[in-house]
Nanobody, 115 residues
Framework: QVQLVESGGGLVQAGGSLRLSCTVSGSIINIDRMGWYRQAPGKQRELVATIAGYGSPNYADSVKGRFTISRDKTKNTLYLQMNSLSPEDTAVYYC?????????WGQGTQVTVSS
């Protein structure tokens, strides 16, 4: 079993920044990749960013140049640094861990960007 605990969401003005954190515990072996997804009102859940086990990141086009995904292996923590936020970034953000047989998800953290 894998447990994910997210934090860092909140309210921010357009142009501001937030850093999301996701602490992973439990059975952390065989994790192929980790990532962040988001779900905005009236929209499908979408990929924001992922990072492979060896550290290679990738990003959705909508966040390239503004968001940075990283991890601290010593703390088993995944981060998403979000800069230059806009109202279009308003969503519930979910941490994801991918293992060979299943995916694990956090409860989500709300990010609201005011215009």
């Amino acid at each position: 079993q894998v447990q994910l605990v997210e934090s860092g969401g909140g309210l921010v003005q357009a142009g501001g920044s937030l850093r999301l954190s996701c602490t992973v515990s439990g059975s952390i072996i065989n994790i192929d990749r980790m990532g962040w997804y988001r779900q905005a009102p009236g929209k499908q859940r979408e990929l924001v960013a992922t990072i492979a086990g060896y550290g290679s990141p990738n990003y959705a086009d909508s966040v390239k140049g503004r968001f940075t995904i990283s991890r601290d292996k010593t703390k088993n923590t995944l981060y998403l640094q979000m800069n230059s936020l806009s109202p279009e970034d308003t969503a519930v953000y979910y941490c994801n861990v991918h293992k060979p047989l299943r995916d694990y998800w956090g409860q989500g953290t709300q990010v609201t960007v005011s215009s």
